[in-house]
């Protein structure tokens, strides 16, 4: 069973920064996505940015630019650098392995942009 946790979370005011994290147990396939999802309060949840196993990328339109996801695949772990965070922004962030059998959640972790 793969375990995703996130770190990095937290309350940030708007215009600054985070960095999450998520540690990923173990690679059991060459073939993967790896994704942050969000979720606020009373909406859907809504993929952020994902990275696949070749490298490519893509991200949701809101992001315009300001939010970066990057995998290390020697440490097991896929950060999205968050920049220009507003208030819209504020919600509780998933990492998501996605496999062509298996689609594995973190616990999520709460951000939190207000002044």
């Known amino acids: 069973q793969v375990q995703l946790v996130e770190s990095g979370g937290g309350l940030v005011q708007p215009g600054g920064s985070l960095r999450l994290s998520c540690a990923v147990s173990e690679y059991v396939s060459r073939i993967y996505t790896l994704g942050w999802y969000r979720q606020a309060p009373g909406k859907e949840r809504e993929l952020v940015a994902y990275?696949?196993?070749?490298?490519?990328?893509n991200s949701g339109d809101f992001v315009k630019g300001r939010f970066n996801i990057s995998k290390d695949t020697s440490k097991r772990t896929v950060d999205l650098q968050m920049n220009s965070l507003e208030i819209e922004d504020t919600a509780v962030y998933y990492c998501?392995?996605?496999?062509?059998?298996?689609?594995?959640w973190g616990q999520g972790t709460q951000v939190t942009v207000s002044s």
């Open positions: 998501n392995e996605y496999l062509p059998w298996a689609d594995y």
């Open positions: 990275v696949d196993s070749h490298g490519n990328k």
